[in-house]
Antibody
Framework: QVQLVESGGGVVQPGRSLRLSCAAS????????MHWVRQALGKGLEWVAV????????YYADSVKGRFTISRDTSKNTMYLEMNSLRAEDTAVYYC???????????????WGQGTMVTVS | QSVLTQPPSVSGAPGQRVTISCTGS?????????VHWYQQLPGTAPKLLIY???NRPSGVPDRFSGSKSGTSASLAITGLQAEDEANYYC???????????FGVGTKLTVL
């Protein structure tokens, strides 16, 4: 069964760090580009970061650039989001999502995890 | 911050047809980037509903359809059902922001 499971969320003080994990099952992470998307409580979706299928290219939203780092461990079939210098406005549910490949652009996201809550307070 | 504009809410009676608009600009939808649509039921992760403006992934009923024209896109839902009550988001890419962007979301209420 194709599945993504996030973990690592919790309550953290402003300025501290947290690392989120996204474990993939039923498919090989290194065959897909992967994204992180977050959603503040009662708010809309906000794109956070992307890592290319080969891990070479990484891009970030301006709101997290310089503070967050996306990475992956192919041996563990797991993606990560290292979050440093956390702010209150980073409080949200964080989802990892797999890219759905089709003949055009931009990336669509076909598989989502259940989300992990990060509270900065 | 959302760069794609959606109405905050729409509503319709069971069996009716509703549409949800998604308005962008020359740096996103108008630049030729496709639009995708997601359905998010309360307390759950988003689900891909429409990709590439008008294509349905396997398993999505043909009651859902999408279109795009110029700097805007639309999601249409026909034969409304109670289970369609959810939040709907459009998504594209913004070349000025150099990132993926979502609409603010539209809450669909089935009366």
């Amino acid at each position: 069964q194709v599945q993504l499971v996030e973990s690592g969320g919790g309550v953290v003080q402003p300025g501290r760090s947290l690392r989120l994990s996204c474990a993939a099952s039923g498919f090989t992470l290194s065959n897909y580009a992967m994204h992180w998307v977050r959603q503040a409580l009662g708010k809309g979706l906000e794109w956070v970061a992307v890592i290319s299928f080969d891990g070479r290219n990484k891009y970030y939203a301006d709101s997290v650039k310089g503070r967050f780092t996306i990475s992956r461990d192919t041996s563990k079939n797991t993606m990560y989001l290292e979050m440093n210098s956390l702010r209150a406005e980073d409080t949200a549910v964080y989802y990892c999502a797999r890219v759905y490949y089709y003949e055009s652009s931009p990336d669509a996201f076909d598989i989502w995890g259940q989300g992990t809550m990060v509270t900065v307070s | 911050q959302s760069v794609l504009t959606q109405p905050p809410s729409v509503s319709g009676a069971p069996g009716q047809r509703v549409t949800i608009s998604c308005t962008g600009s020359s740096s996103d939808i108008g630049a030729g980037y496709d639009v995708h649509w997601y359905q998010q039921l309360p307390g759950t992760a988003p689900k891909l509903l429409i990709y590439g403006n008008s294509n349905r992934p396997s398993g999505v009923p043909d009651r859902f359809s999408g279109s795009k024209s110029g700097t805007s896109a639309s999601l249409a839902i026909t034969g409304l059902q109670a289970e369609d009550e959810a939040n709907y988001y459009c998504q594209s890419y913004d070349s000025r922001l150099r990132g993926w962007v979502f609409g603010v979301g539209t809450k669909l209420t089935v009366l």
